[in-house]
DNA sequence: TCTGGGGTCCTAGGACCC
DNA sequence: TCTGGGGTCCTAGGACCC
Protein backbone atom coordinates (compact mmCIF):
# COMPACT_ATOMS: atom_id res chain seq x y z
CA UNK A 1 0.00 0.00 0.00
CA UNK A 2 1.06 3.50 -0.23
CA UNK A 3 0.11 6.43 1.07
CA UNK A 4 0.09 10.14 0.10
CA UNK A 5 0.45 12.46 2.93
CA UNK A 6 -0.28 16.39 1.96
CA UNK A 7 -0.69 19.32 3.46
CA UNK A 8 -3.59 21.37 4.21
CA UNK A 9 -3.78 24.65 2.33
CA UNK A 10 0.17 24.43 2.77
CA UNK A 11 1.46 27.92 2.17
CA UNK A 12 -1.73 29.91 3.53
CA UNK A 13 -1.13 27.20 6.55
CA UNK A 14 2.55 28.99 6.95
CA UNK A 15 1.43 32.11 7.25
CA UNK A 16 -1.15 31.10 10.21
CA UNK A 17 1.53 29.38 12.16
CA UNK A 18 3.22 32.56 13.04
CA UNK A 19 -0.45 34.58 13.08
CA UNK A 20 -2.69 32.37 15.16
CA UNK A 21 -4.98 35.16 15.32
CA UNK A 22 -6.01 34.03 12.14
CA UNK A 23 -7.08 30.77 12.80
CA UNK A 24 -10.53 30.22 11.15
CA UNK A 25 -10.03 33.46 9.38
CA UNK A 26 -10.37 33.63 5.12
CA UNK A 27 -6.14 33.58 4.47
CA UNK A 28 -4.98 33.45 0.44
CA UNK A 29 -1.15 33.93 -0.55
CA UNK A 30 -0.21 35.37 -4.06
CA UNK A 31 2.35 34.07 -6.44
CA UNK A 32 5.15 36.02 -7.46
CA UNK A 33 4.46 39.26 -8.60
CA UNK A 34 1.18 39.74 -6.37
CA UNK A 35 -0.44 38.29 -9.44
CA UNK A 36 -2.66 35.00 -8.73
CA UNK A 37 -4.08 33.11 -5.43
CA UNK A 38 -2.19 30.20 -5.26
CA UNK A 39 -3.00 29.18 -1.48
CA UNK A 40 -6.64 29.50 0.15
CA UNK A 41 -7.57 28.35 3.46
CA UNK A 42 -11.11 26.39 3.89
CA UNK A 43 -12.62 29.72 5.08
CA UNK A 44 -11.58 31.82 1.84
CA UNK A 45 -12.55 29.03 -0.71
CA UNK A 46 -15.91 29.25 1.40
CA UNK A 47 -15.89 32.88 0.26
CA UNK A 48 -15.77 31.71 -3.57
CA UNK A 49 -12.41 32.87 -4.05
CA UNK A 50 -11.17 30.41 -6.71
CA UNK A 51 -7.58 28.72 -7.07
CA UNK A 52 -5.21 30.16 -9.63
CA UNK A 53 -7.31 33.27 -10.24
CA UNK A 54 -6.43 36.84 -10.61
CA UNK A 55 -5.79 38.56 -7.37
CA UNK A 56 -7.01 41.86 -8.98
CA UNK A 57 -10.08 40.29 -10.02
CA UNK A 58 -10.82 39.23 -6.85
CA UNK A 59 -9.87 42.58 -4.54
CA UNK A 60 -13.45 43.51 -3.97
CA UNK A 61 -14.12 39.97 -2.49
CA UNK A 62 -11.01 40.03 -0.92
CA UNK A 63 -11.42 43.89 0.67
CA UNK A 64 -14.80 43.47 1.71
CA UNK A 65 -14.23 40.00 3.48
CA UNK A 66 -11.44 41.09 5.41
CA UNK A 67 -9.32 38.52 3.77
CA UNK A 68 -5.92 38.12 4.86
CA UNK A 69 -3.52 38.45 2.03
CA UNK A 70 0.26 37.45 2.13
CA UNK A 71 2.86 37.98 -1.22
CA UNK A 72 4.98 34.65 -0.83
CA UNK A 73 7.76 33.97 1.40
CA UNK A 74 9.71 31.06 -0.29
CA UNK A 75 12.17 31.35 2.61
CA UNK A 76 9.31 30.36 5.02
CA UNK A 77 7.51 27.88 3.20
CA UNK A 78 10.75 25.82 2.40
CA UNK A 79 11.97 25.90 5.86
CA UNK A 80 8.46 24.40 7.37
CA UNK A 81 8.52 22.00 4.12
CA UNK A 82 11.79 20.78 4.90
CA UNK A 83 10.69 20.19 8.90
CA UNK A 84 7.35 18.24 7.44
CA UNK A 85 10.15 15.55 5.59
CA UNK A 86 12.21 15.30 7.98
CA UNK A 87 9.00 14.61 10.37
CA UNK A 88 7.50 12.10 7.53
CA UNK A 89 11.04 10.00 7.76
CA UNK A 90 11.21 9.21 10.58
CA UNK A 91 7.72 7.83 10.70
CA UNK A 92 7.69 5.70 7.71
CA UNK A 93 10.08 3.22 6.02
CA UNK A 94 10.36 5.00 2.55
CA UNK A 95 9.14 8.65 1.76
CA UNK A 96 9.49 10.11 -1.82
CA UNK A 97 9.10 13.63 -1.49
CA UNK A 98 6.67 14.87 -4.57
CA UNK A 99 6.22 18.56 -4.27
CA UNK A 100 6.60 21.12 -1.83
CA UNK A 101 3.65 20.14 0.09
CA UNK A 102 3.31 16.29 -0.39
CA UNK A 103 5.19 12.94 -0.26
CA UNK A 104 4.23 9.79 -0.85
CA UNK A 105 4.90 6.66 1.65
CA UNK A 106 5.67 3.32 0.46
CA UNK A 107 3.55 1.24 3.66
CA UNK A 108 4.75 -2.14 2.09
CA UNK A 109 5.18 -4.18 5.42
CA UNK A 110 2.79 -2.26 7.81
CA UNK A 111 0.01 -4.59 9.16
CA UNK A 112 -2.88 -3.62 6.63
CA UNK A 113 -5.24 -4.35 10.02
CA UNK A 114 -3.63 -1.69 11.43
CA UNK A 115 -3.45 1.19 8.28
CA UNK A 116 -5.87 3.57 9.51
CA UNK A 117 -4.44 3.87 12.84
CA UNK A 118 -1.20 3.96 11.91
CA UNK A 119 -2.27 7.07 9.00
CA UNK A 120 -3.90 8.65 12.15
CA UNK A 121 -0.78 8.58 13.89
CA UNK A 122 1.48 10.02 11.42
CA UNK A 123 -1.20 12.72 10.69
CA UNK A 124 -1.40 13.77 14.30
CA UNK A 125 2.42 13.71 15.01
CA UNK A 126 3.35 15.69 11.93
CA UNK A 127 0.79 18.38 13.02
CA UNK A 128 2.10 18.11 16.44
CA UNK A 129 5.75 18.39 15.38
CA UNK A 130 5.39 21.07 12.70
CA UNK A 131 1.93 23.19 13.53
CA UNK A 132 1.21 22.10 9.92
CA UNK A 133 -2.24 20.10 9.23
CA UNK A 134 -1.73 17.41 6.45
CA UNK A 135 -4.24 14.80 5.11
CA UNK A 136 -3.65 11.36 4.37
CA UNK A 137 -4.70 9.19 1.80
CA UNK A 138 -4.18 5.44 1.30
CA UNK A 139 -4.47 3.22 -1.30
CA UNK A 140 -2.61 0.36 -3.18
CA UNK A 141 -1.41 2.58 -6.39
CA UNK A 142 -0.02 6.23 -6.41
CA UNK A 143 -3.49 7.30 -8.11
CA UNK A 144 -5.96 6.26 -5.63
CA UNK A 145 -4.40 7.13 -3.06
CA UNK A 146 -4.79 10.72 -4.60
CA UNK A 147 -8.20 10.14 -4.65
CA UNK A 148 -8.19 9.44 -1.48
CA UNK A 149 -6.27 11.60 0.09
CA UNK A 150 -8.37 14.27 -1.62
CA UNK A 151 -11.87 12.89 -0.31
CA UNK A 152 -9.91 12.64 3.11
CA UNK A 153 -9.27 16.21 2.61
CA UNK A 154 -13.05 17.27 1.85
CA UNK A 155 -14.26 15.05 4.67
CA UNK A 156 -16.94 13.76 2.67
CA UNK A 157 -17.66 10.61 4.16
CA UNK A 158 -16.62 11.52 7.83
CA UNK A 159 -12.90 10.77 7.48
CA UNK A 160 -11.08 12.57 9.86
CA UNK A 161 -8.37 13.84 7.21
CA UNK A 162 -7.32 10.38 6.75
CA UNK A 163 -9.05 7.80 4.11
CA UNK A 164 -7.92 4.81 3.29
CA UNK A 165 -9.27 2.28 -0.12
CA UNK A 166 -8.67 -1.18 0.78
CA UNK A 167 -11.32 -2.92 -0.34
CA UNK A 168 -12.64 -2.99 -3.84
CA UNK A 169 -16.50 -1.61 -2.41
CA UNK A 170 -14.42 1.75 -0.95
CA UNK A 171 -12.56 2.01 -3.78
CA UNK A 172 -15.69 1.85 -6.03
CA UNK A 173 -17.49 4.43 -3.95
CA UNK A 174 -14.24 7.10 -3.66
CA UNK A 175 -14.14 6.55 -7.55
CA UNK A 176 -18.04 7.34 -7.92
CA UNK A 177 -17.15 10.47 -5.78
CA UNK A 178 -14.58 11.60 -7.97
CA UNK A 179 -15.24 13.50 -11.23
CA UNK A 180 -12.35 13.10 -14.06
CA UNK A 181 -11.15 16.40 -13.84
CA UNK A 182 -9.88 15.66 -9.89
CA UNK A 183 -8.19 12.60 -10.91
CA UNK A 184 -4.52 12.98 -10.73
CA UNK A 185 -2.84 13.03 -14.44
CA UNK A 186 -6.17 14.18 -15.89
CA UNK A 187 -5.57 17.71 -16.96
CA UNK A 188 -8.08 20.44 -19.12
CA UNK A 189 -7.30 18.81 -22.36
CA UNK A 190 -7.71 15.22 -20.88
CA UNK A 191 -10.97 15.84 -18.84
CA UNK A 192 -12.98 17.41 -21.91
CA UNK A 193 -12.44 14.41 -24.43
CA UNK A 194 -13.03 12.61 -21.69
CA UNK A 195 -17.05 14.26 -20.43
CA UNK A 196 -17.24 13.73 -25.02
CA UNK A 197 -17.22 10.19 -24.36
CA UNK A 198 -19.79 10.38 -21.31
CA UNK A 199 -16.88 9.10 -18.76
CA UNK A 200 -17.64 11.54 -16.43
CA UNK A 201 -16.36 9.98 -12.77
CA UNK A 202 -13.07 8.14 -12.27
CA UNK A 203 -15.00 5.00 -11.78
CA UNK A 204 -16.52 5.57 -15.31
CA UNK A 205 -12.64 5.97 -16.12
CA UNK A 206 -11.59 2.36 -14.60
CA UNK A 207 -13.95 0.33 -16.32
CA UNK A 208 -12.50 1.68 -19.84
CA UNK A 209 -10.12 -1.22 -21.66
CA UNK A 210 -6.85 -0.58 -21.71
CA UNK A 211 -7.01 -0.84 -25.10
CA UNK A 212 -9.43 2.30 -25.48
CA UNK A 213 -7.16 3.57 -22.99
CA UNK A 214 -3.84 3.65 -25.71
CA UNK A 215 -6.01 5.09 -28.40
CA UNK A 216 -8.32 7.96 -26.86
CA UNK A 217 -5.97 8.92 -24.00
CA UNK A 218 -2.59 9.41 -24.77
CA UNK A 219 -0.94 5.60 -25.41
CA UNK A 220 1.30 4.50 -22.38
CA UNK A 221 -0.32 7.40 -20.11
CA UNK A 222 -3.70 6.42 -20.65
CA UNK A 223 -2.98 2.64 -19.90
CA UNK A 224 -0.80 3.32 -16.95
CA UNK A 225 -3.69 5.77 -15.81
CA UNK A 226 -6.63 3.09 -16.05
CA UNK A 227 -4.57 0.32 -14.64
CA UNK A 228 -3.39 2.67 -11.40
CA UNK A 229 -7.20 3.23 -11.34
CA UNK A 230 -8.17 -0.64 -11.32
CA UNK A 231 -5.48 -1.24 -8.31
CA UNK A 232 -2.81 -2.59 -10.28
CA UNK A 233 0.30 -0.52 -9.54
CA UNK A 234 2.23 0.98 -12.85
CA UNK A 235 3.49 4.19 -10.79
CA UNK A 236 6.65 3.00 -8.30
CA UNK A 237 8.53 5.03 -5.83
CA UNK A 238 10.96 7.41 -7.74
CA UNK A 239 14.73 7.75 -6.39
CA UNK A 240 14.89 10.98 -4.87
CA UNK A 241 16.02 13.42 -8.15
CA UNK A 242 18.87 14.72 -6.70
CA UNK A 243 20.36 15.87 -9.61
CA UNK A 244 18.16 18.03 -11.77
CA UNK A 245 17.86 17.32 -15.56
CA UNK A 246 17.05 21.12 -16.25
CA UNK A 247 17.27 24.25 -13.64
CA UNK A 248 15.29 27.56 -15.08
CA UNK A 249 14.66 31.03 -13.61
CA UNK A 250 12.21 32.95 -15.11
CA UNK A 251 9.96 35.82 -13.76
CA UNK A 252 7.64 38.36 -14.78
CA UNK A 253 9.42 41.95 -14.05
CA UNK A 254 7.20 44.08 -11.32
CA UNK A 255 6.81 46.58 -14.34
CA UNK A 256 7.61 46.78 -17.69
CA UNK A 257 11.21 46.80 -19.13
CA UNK A 258 11.79 48.85 -22.01
CA UNK A 259 15.70 49.12 -22.12
CA UNK A 260 18.49 46.91 -23.23
CA UNK A 261 20.48 47.87 -20.36
CA UNK A 262 18.10 46.65 -17.66
CA UNK A 263 16.62 43.57 -19.91
CA UNK A 264 20.73 42.28 -19.46
CA UNK A 265 20.57 42.87 -16.21
CA UNK A 266 17.48 40.86 -15.24
CA UNK A 267 18.79 37.72 -17.28
CA UNK A 268 22.27 38.60 -15.52
CA UNK A 269 20.82 37.89 -12.26
CA UNK A 270 18.62 35.04 -13.62
CA UNK A 271 21.85 33.50 -14.40
CA UNK A 272 23.45 34.08 -11.31
CA UNK A 273 20.32 32.47 -9.39
CA UNK A 274 19.90 29.22 -11.65
CA UNK A 275 23.53 29.10 -11.54
CA UNK A 276 23.90 28.90 -7.78
CA UNK A 277 21.19 26.19 -7.96
CA UNK A 278 23.05 24.25 -10.34
CA UNK A 279 26.58 24.12 -8.29
CA UNK A 280 24.17 23.38 -5.11
CA UNK A 281 23.55 20.23 -6.83
CA UNK A 282 27.24 20.08 -8.09
CA UNK A 283 26.63 20.22 -11.58
CA UNK A 284 27.68 21.87 -14.99
CA UNK A 285 25.37 22.66 -17.57
CA UNK A 286 26.24 22.17 -21.24
CA UNK A 287 23.24 24.12 -22.86
CA UNK A 288 22.00 27.49 -21.62
CA UNK A 289 18.86 29.22 -23.60
CA UNK A 290 16.82 32.64 -22.69
CA UNK A 291 13.68 33.94 -23.45
CA UNK A 292 12.25 36.85 -23.24
CA UNK A 293 8.53 37.86 -23.33
CA UNK A 294 6.88 40.99 -24.84
CA UNK A 295 3.55 42.61 -24.84
CA UNK A 296 3.08 45.00 -27.62
CA UNK A 297 -0.52 45.28 -27.15
CA UNK A 298 -0.81 46.17 -30.39
CA UNK A 299 -4.60 45.08 -31.04
CA UNK A 300 -7.42 46.38 -29.85
CA UNK A 301 -6.17 46.09 -26.33
CA UNK A 302 -5.93 42.45 -26.75
CA UNK A 303 -3.25 40.80 -24.20
CA UNK A 304 -1.36 38.86 -26.60
CA UNK A 305 2.26 38.04 -24.62
CA UNK A 306 4.98 37.02 -27.77
CA UNK A 307 7.90 34.91 -26.47
CA UNK A 308 11.14 34.74 -28.31
CA UNK A 309 14.38 32.35 -27.57
CA UNK A 310 17.86 31.19 -28.02
CA UNK A 311 19.34 28.31 -27.79
CA UNK A 312 23.57 27.44 -27.60
CA UNK A 313 25.42 24.61 -26.40
CA UNK A 314 28.73 25.78 -24.67
CA UNK A 315 31.96 24.35 -25.37
CA UNK A 316 32.97 23.01 -22.52
CA UNK A 317 30.32 22.56 -19.69
CA UNK A 318 30.65 25.26 -16.79
CA UNK A 319 29.45 26.33 -13.94
CA UNK A 320 30.72 29.38 -13.41
CA UNK A 321 28.30 32.73 -13.25
CA UNK A 322 30.46 34.59 -15.31
CA UNK A 323 30.84 32.26 -18.24
CA UNK A 324 27.06 31.43 -17.96
CA UNK A 325 26.48 35.45 -18.00
CA UNK A 326 28.52 36.58 -20.72
CA UNK A 327 26.62 33.61 -22.92
CA UNK A 328 23.07 34.57 -21.46
CA UNK A 329 23.79 38.27 -21.58
CA UNK A 330 24.79 38.04 -25.80
CA UNK A 331 21.72 35.60 -25.83
CA UNK A 332 19.68 38.16 -24.58
CA UNK A 333 21.12 40.97 -26.46
CA UNK A 334 20.34 39.03 -29.65
CA UNK A 335 16.67 38.82 -28.89
CA UNK A 336 16.22 42.40 -28.00
CA UNK A 337 14.18 44.55 -30.25
CA UNK A 338 14.43 48.33 -29.69
CA UNK A 339 10.70 49.74 -28.81
CA UNK A 340 9.46 46.48 -27.60
CA UNK A 341 7.66 46.15 -24.43
CA UNK A 342 9.41 43.02 -22.20
CA UNK A 343 7.13 41.65 -19.27
CA UNK A 344 9.23 38.27 -18.75
CA UNK A 345 12.53 37.27 -18.98
CA UNK A 346 14.30 33.40 -18.35
CA UNK A 347 17.54 31.18 -18.48
CA UNK A 348 17.19 27.47 -18.67
CA UNK A 349 20.03 25.31 -17.66
CA UNK A 350 19.86 22.01 -19.55
CA UNK A 351 22.34 19.22 -20.65
CA UNK A 352 23.25 19.10 -16.87
CA UNK A 353 26.06 16.76 -15.76
CA UNK A 354 27.68 15.81 -12.41
CA UNK A 355 30.53 18.77 -12.11
CA UNK A 356 33.65 15.91 -11.30
CA UNK A 357 32.60 14.05 -14.87
CA UNK A 358 33.34 17.47 -17.18
CA UNK A 359 35.15 16.24 -20.18
CA UNK A 360 37.41 19.46 -21.17
CA UNK A 361 38.36 20.00 -24.91
CA UNK A 362 41.96 19.06 -25.86
CA UNK A 363 42.93 22.44 -26.83
CA UNK A 364 41.32 24.45 -23.71
CA UNK A 365 42.56 24.77 -20.38
CA UNK A 366 40.62 23.39 -17.59
CA UNK A 367 39.06 26.09 -14.78
CA UNK A 368 41.44 27.57 -12.65
CA UNK A 369 41.01 26.36 -9.39
CA UNK A 370 40.88 29.88 -8.41
CA UNK A 371 37.47 30.40 -9.97
CA UNK A 372 36.49 27.44 -8.20
CA UNK A 373 37.48 28.22 -5.25
CA UNK A 374 35.48 32.03 -5.74
CA UNK A 375 32.48 30.42 -6.78
CA UNK A 376 32.52 28.63 -3.35
CA UNK A 377 33.19 31.38 -1.63
CA UNK A 378 30.55 33.64 -3.26
CA UNK A 379 27.98 30.56 -2.50
CA UNK A 380 28.91 30.41 1.41
CA UNK A 381 28.80 33.95 1.83
CA UNK A 382 25.37 34.63 -0.25
CA UNK A 383 23.28 31.14 1.83
CA UNK A 384 25.21 32.51 4.88
CA UNK A 385 23.95 36.23 5.15
CA UNK A 386 22.05 37.79 3.10
CA UNK A 387 20.94 35.93 -0.11
CA UNK A 388 22.69 38.78 -2.36
CA UNK A 389 25.73 40.01 -0.31
CA UNK A 390 28.28 38.77 -3.25
CA UNK A 391 27.47 40.04 -6.48
CA UNK A 392 28.51 40.27 -10.22
CA UNK A 393 28.45 43.54 -11.30
CA UNK A 394 26.54 42.29 -14.78
CA UNK A 395 23.76 41.72 -12.63
CA UNK A 396 22.81 45.60 -11.63
CA UNK A 397 22.12 47.73 -8.58
CA UNK A 398 18.94 49.47 -9.39
CA UNK A 399 16.24 46.61 -10.51
CA UNK A 400 13.80 48.62 -11.47
CA UNK A 401 12.14 45.46 -12.82
CA UNK A 402 12.31 43.70 -9.98
CA UNK A 403 9.03 41.78 -8.79
CA UNK A 404 6.85 43.16 -6.60
CA UNK A 405 5.78 41.14 -3.44
CA UNK A 406 4.32 44.03 -1.15
CA UNK A 407 2.82 41.94 1.45
CA UNK A 408 5.27 39.17 2.36
CA UNK A 409 5.42 38.08 5.81
CA UNK A 410 8.68 37.92 7.88
CA UNK A 411 11.14 34.68 7.24
CA UNK A 412 10.40 34.17 11.04
CA UNK A 413 12.67 30.58 10.54
CA UNK A 414 15.53 31.37 8.47
CA UNK A 415 16.72 35.33 9.52
CA UNK A 416 17.63 36.52 12.43
CA UNK A 417 16.60 39.50 12.10
CA UNK A 418 12.89 38.23 11.26
CA UNK A 419 12.22 36.08 14.38
CA UNK A 420 8.67 35.89 15.78
CA UNK A 421 8.86 38.40 18.59
CA UNK A 422 6.70 37.80 21.44
CA UNK A 423 5.24 40.39 23.96
C1' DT B 1 -3.22 48.63 -15.13
C1' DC B 2 -3.25 43.97 -13.49
C1' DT B 3 -3.05 36.57 -14.85
C1' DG B 4 3.48 32.67 -11.28
C1' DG B 5 7.45 29.63 -11.41
C1' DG B 6 9.80 25.37 -11.92
C1' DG B 7 9.78 21.06 -13.15
C1' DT B 8 8.92 15.98 -15.59
C1' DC B 9 7.46 12.86 -19.04
C1' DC B 10 5.74 11.51 -23.49
C1' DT B 11 5.05 11.63 -28.54
C1' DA B 12 5.73 12.65 -33.25
C1' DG B 13 8.59 13.44 -36.81
C1' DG B 14 12.96 14.12 -39.08
C1' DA B 15 17.73 12.74 -39.86
C1' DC B 16 20.57 9.26 -40.20
C1' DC B 17 22.48 4.48 -40.25
C1' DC B 18 23.15 -0.26 -42.11
C1' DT C 1 8.19 -1.05 -65.01
C1' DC C 2 10.48 -1.22 -60.73
C1' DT C 3 12.88 1.51 -55.20
C1' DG C 4 12.93 -2.30 -47.92
C1' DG C 5 12.98 -2.73 -43.28
C1' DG C 6 14.36 -1.79 -38.94
C1' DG C 7 16.66 0.77 -35.85
C1' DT C 8 18.58 4.95 -32.93
C1' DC C 9 18.99 9.59 -31.66
C1' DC C 10 17.59 14.22 -31.40
C1' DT C 11 14.38 18.08 -30.98
C1' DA C 12 10.18 20.62 -30.46
C1' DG C 13 6.07 20.87 -28.46
C1' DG C 14 2.21 19.36 -25.66
C1' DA C 15 0.27 17.93 -21.37
C1' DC C 16 0.46 17.77 -16.84
C1' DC C 17 1.74 18.56 -11.91
C1' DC C 18 1.92 21.59 -7.63
Known sequence: MKAIVDCNSFYAACERLFKPSLHGKPVVVLSNNDGCIVSRTDEAKALGIRMAGPYYQNKKEIEDNKVAVFSSNYHLYGDLSRRVMDTLRILAPDVEVYSVDESFLDLTGIDPSTLYEYSLFVKHTTELWTGIPVSVGVAPTKVLSKVANRLAKKDKIG???????????????????????????????????????????????RNMSEEWASKNLGGVVGVRLVKELKGIPCIGMKEQLTRKKMIATTRMFGKPVFELRELKEAVATYTARAAEKLRRQQGAARSISV????????YNHHYEPTSRSSFLTLPTPTYLTNVLTTHATALAEALYREGSKYIKAG????????CDTIQYNLF???????????????????????????????????????????????RFTTRWDELCVVK
Open 159 to 205: TKGVMILQTPEQQMEALQLTPVEDIWGVGMAGSQKLRMFNINTAWDL
Open 291 to 298: FVVSNNRQ
Open 347 to 354: VILSDIIP
Open 364 to 410: EEPEPAAMQKLMHIVDNVNFGMRSDMLKFASVGTKKDWKMRQEMRSN
